[in-house]
């Protein structure tokens, strides 16, 4: 099992995507993404498990969109302190 972390690009000093890797099994792969809403893409692995969360607007994005996300996705909530990396991008 491959824990949760949150990943986040840069490009010349601004924040240009990010992802949040959910919690999967070892050697789980994206094979069908879904639109959740302008700025986040789900995809989901061979079973149909979300396995990530694409931000595709992280300085744009809300904490709250990323939490009504994941609700919709079934997965455990996450906290604020894991987001936190968001609020300086």
Not at 23 to 32: E, F, I, L, T
Not at 66 to 76: G, M
């Amino acid at each position: 099992m491959k824990d949760r972390y949150l990943e986040i690009t840069f490009r010349k000093g601004q924040p240009l995507a990010a992802y949040l890797y959910l919690n999967r099994k070892k050697g789980a792969q994206s094979v069908k993404t879904i639109k959740i809403d302008n700025d986040l893409i789900a995809d989901y692995d061979q079973n149909g498990i979300p396995v990530g969360l694409e931000i595709v607007s992280p300085a744009t994005t809300s904490i709250q969109q990323i939490k009504d996300a994941l609700e919709k996705l079934h997965v455990e909530p996450i906290s604020e302190d894991e987001l936190a990396p968001l609020n300086t991008a």
